[in-house]
C-alpha cells in the first residue's frame, strides 16, 4: 500500500496515534472528543499548570468536564505533556494555538510559527498535520508549508499531508459543541484534504470537505466577518434610533417577526470574544498587499470598537439628567465576561468601559459571578469582584449592565438602584415605572 493508503488504514481503524499542539480552549476540547472517539491522544502545551492539571484527571475548561478528562486519562486514551519530542511518534497532529492581532494591526503569528518550527524537528513519512488556528487566507500554503518542508526531501501530498479546517468553539454553548459542529477542511492537495478527512470523520459528526486550505481559511473568516459587519450594523442603528428618540429594541423585535429574509442581531457595548473582534481584521490586513480595502470591515470595526465611548457618553448624559455628575460618582459595572454566563474576558468592551468610566473621575467597582479578578494590561490597574453585589447596587449612583448573565435578578437590581444602564436589553421584563432604567 502506498503512504496514503496505509495512513487512512491507521486512522479509520482507530490506531494512529494523535497529538494536539496547544490545549486551550479549542485544544483540549478537541483533544477530548477525538479520545472518546477511541484514538490515543497526546496533547501538547508548555504551559506546566495544564499539564499537571490534566495529569489529575482535572479539566480547566468550562466546556469540558472534569469527569470525561479523569474517564480518559485512567484509561489511558489522553495523556499530556510539555516535552515536544513526543511528536515523532505521532500520525496525526492538530496546531490549536492563538493568533491575536498585534498593536500595530497585523497578525501575530509568532505562537503558530514557534509550534510549526517544533514540529518540523518530528515531522516524518506517514504523518498528516491539520492547523486549527484562525489566521489570513494562504497562511497553510505561504507559511506552514515552506517551513515544514525544508531540509527533508519527502513529497507533499504523497509521504506526508497537510490540511486546513477552522475551530468553531463558542464557549457556553451546550447545543453545538466540538463534536456536532460541521468542521470545514481543505487540504494543500486534494490527496491531503482526503486523509485529513478520514481523520477527522472518525470523531466529528460532519467533516465539510473543501478544495484548498485557502477556500477553508476564508471560510472562517467570513463567518466572523458576517457576525462583525451585522453587529456593527446594529449598533449604528441604536446610535441613530437614539437620536430620533426611538426603542431601538422593538425596532429590532419587530423587524424579526418578519419570517424571512432577516436575522436578529443585537447591539451592545462592544465586540468580545477570540474571533469576531479580531478574526475578520486578519482578511483585511491580507487585503492591503494587494491594494485593496476592506471597507466594510474597516466601518465595522470602527463602529464597534467605538461603542465603549459611546455607552460612557450615554452613562454621563443620563446622571446629568438627573443631577448626578460622573466625577466623584460611585459606579458598579455588571458583568465583565465578553458573553453571557462564561469566565472569559478576552477582548471584553467591559475593559474599555471600565477605563473610560475611571478616566472621567468615577469611581468604579464591577461584579461578575464567574470573574473573581481582572486586569487590564495596557493601562495597569486592576480590581477584584465586589463581595456583596446587592450591597454595592444600593450604593453606586449608577449600575452599568455590561454582560446580561442569567443569575443576576434584574427586578431587585432595578428596585434597589438609584439609576441602571443596560446595555444589553437585560431588564426588558423588569416593571419600571420610575423611569430608573436607560436602555442602550
Known amino acids: 500500500m502506498s503512504t496514503k493508503e496505509t495512513l487512512i488504514k491507521k486512522l479509520k481503524d482507530k490506531k494512529a496515534r494523535i497529538g494536539i499542539l496547544g490545549l486551550g480552549y479549542v485544544g483540549l476540547p478537541l483533544a477530548v472528543v477525538f479520545a472518546e472517539a477511541g484514538f490515543h491522544v497526546t496533547g501538547i502545551d508548555p504551559d506546566s499548570r495544564k499539564i499537571d492539571s490534566l495529569a489529575k484527571g482535572i479539566s480547566y475548561i468550562p466546556d469540558v468536564k472534569t469527569a470525561a478528562v479523569e474517564k480518559l486519562v485512567k484509561s489511558g486514551h489522553l495523556t499530556a505533556t510539555e516535552d515536544f519530542s513526543v511528536l515523532k511518534d505521532m500520525d496525526a497532529v492538530s496546531i490549536c494555538v492563538p493568533t491575536p492581532l498585534r498593536k500595530t494591526g497585523d497578525p501575530d503569528m509568532s505562537f503558530i510559527m514557534s509550534a510549526t518550527e517544533e514540529l518540523v524537528k518530528y515531522l516524518h513519512k506517514g504523518m498528516v498535520i491539520v492547523l486549527e488556528s484562525t489566521t489570513y487566507p494562504g497562511t497553510t500554503r505561504e507559511l506552514l508549508l515552506p517551513t515544514l518542508s525544508k531540509d527533508n526531501e519527502m513529497t507533499i501530498g504523497e509521504d506526508w499531508f497537510l490540511a486546513f479546517s477552522p475551530e468553531r468553539v463558542d464557549p457556553g454553548r451546550e447545543d453545538w459543541t466540538t463534536i456536532n459542529t460541521p468542521k470545514v477542511m481543505g487540504g494543500i492537495t486534494e490527496a491531503c484534504g482526503e486523509v485529513a478527512t478520514v481523520w477527522y470523520e472518525g470523531a466529528i459528526q460532519t467533516v465539510h470537505h473543501v478544495s484548498t486550505a485557502e477556500t477553508a481559511e476564508m471560510a472562517k473568516l467570513l463567518e466572523n466577518t458576517f457576525r462583525m459587519i451585522n453587529i456593527g450594523l446594529v449598533n449604528e442603528l441604536a446610535i441613530m434610533c437614539e437620536r430620533l428618540g426611538v426603542d431601538v429594541w422593538e425596532v429590532i423585535d419587530a423587524a424579526a417577526s418578519k419570517p424571512f429574509g432577516f436575522m436578529k442581531f443585537t447591539p451592545g457595548p462592544g465586540l468580545g470574544g477570540h474571533c469576531i473582534p479580531i478574526d475578520p481584521l486578519y482578511l483585511s490586513w491580507k487585503m492591503k498587499s494587494f491594494q485593496y480595502n476592506a471597507r466594510f470591515i474597516e466601518l465595522a470595526s470602527e463602529i464597534n470598537t467605538n461603542m465603549p465611548r459611546y ?130
Open 311 to 440: 455607552v460612557v457618553s450615554r452613562v454621563l448624559d443620563a446622571m446629568n439628567d438627573r443631577g448626578k455628575v460622573l466625577k466623584g460618582s460611585k459606579v458598579l459595572v455588571l458583568g465583565v465576561a465578553y458573553k453571557p454566563d462564561i469566565d472569559d474576558v478576552r477582548e471584553s468592551p467591559a475593559m474599555d468601559v471600565i477605563g473610560l468610566l475611571q478616566k472621567k473621575g468615577a469611581n468604579v467597582e464591577y461584579h461578575d459571578p464567574f470573574i473573581p479578578h481582572i486586569h487590564h494590561e495596557t493601562d495597569g490597574w486592576q480590581m477584584d469582584s465586589v463581595k456583596d453585589m446587592m450591597k454595592s447596587v444600593k450604593e453606586a449612583d449608577a449600575v452599568v449592565i455590561i454582560t446580561n448573565h442569567k443569575e443576576y435578578d434584574y427586578n431587585s437590581i432595578v428596585e434597589s438602584a438609584k439609576f441602571v444602564f443596560d446595555t444589553r436589553n437585560a431588564t426588558r421584563k423588569v416593571m419600571d415605572e420610575s423611569g430608573k432604567v436607560v436602555r442602550l
